[in-house]
């Protein structure tokens, strides 16, 4: 997802083409299904939550790369099952816009969304990469159900980018899923880039 949303519509989604994430503000455990749209192409994927934590899954290049998100660590991690293999990548800041309270500053109604109600907030962004516009909604407990919106970029190209939430299943989830698997082995970060067509930052040197 180039750079949508900077690594946020990129990552979070864009990674959806290219990838699969962004860290949200969500303060109560969920699973759901996520229909990503991107310039008109429709990708499928699934997150789980708790406080903190996150997993998306997402079919990118015929891998489905397991991404794993934690606020209380600038390092996360894409698992990628058919391999056998971690890597360890930098948490761009961009990652966390979802948790910005500056996307709660401008309300402009309130809606259900495949059984959740929301308030819907407008958005209007300036971001290092560009200008993001459009519409977020949000659960009262902070799950991001919908969002429909377009980026612009600094070369002035436009792209449309949206998601919704379905099947939301409220509850805790198991911690297991927020873990990276033992034995596998680990690649740098530059590695995803052939198999995933996404470029990550190496992690800082501990």
């Not at 930098?90 to 308030?119: C, F, H, W, Y």
């Not at 962004?125 to 949000?138: F, R, S």
């Not at 969002?147 to 949206?162: P, R």
Request: net charge positive; aromatic share 8%; charged share 20%.
């Amino acid at each position: 997802m180039g750079k949508l949303w900077s690594l946020f519509f990129c990552m979070m989604l864009l990674a959806g083409a290219a990838g699969a994430a962004t860290l949200g503000d969500a303060r109560i455990g969920f699973s759901a299904e996520r229909t990503l749209v991107i310039d008109g192409r429709i990708y499928k994927g699934k997150i789980w939550t708790m406080p903190g934590k996150e997993r998306h899954e997402q079919a990118i290049q015929g891998f489905r790369p397991v991404f794993l998100l934690r606020s209380d660590s600038p390092v996360a991690e894409v698992v990628l099952p058919q391999i056998k293999t971690i890597v360890q990548f930098a948490m761009p800041p961009e990652l966390r816009l979802l948790a910005s309270p500056d996307l709660k500053r401008r309300p402009v109604g309130q809606d259900k969304i495949n059984g959740i109600a929301t308030t819907k907030y407008a958005i209007d962004q300036i971001v290092q990469d560009g200008h993001a516009k459009g519409t977020l909604w949000l659960s009262r407990d902070g799950i991001p159900m919908k969002l429909a919106g377009t980026f612009t970029g600094t070369k002035g190209k436009v792209s449309t980018i949206g998601w919704e939430l379905s099947q939301v299943r409220i509850g805790p989830q198991p911690a297991a899923l927020f873990e990276a698997p033992q034995g596998f082995s680990k690649l740098p970060a530059e590695a995803v880039v052939p198999l995933l067509g996404i470029k990550l930052k190496a992690p800082p040197a501990p």
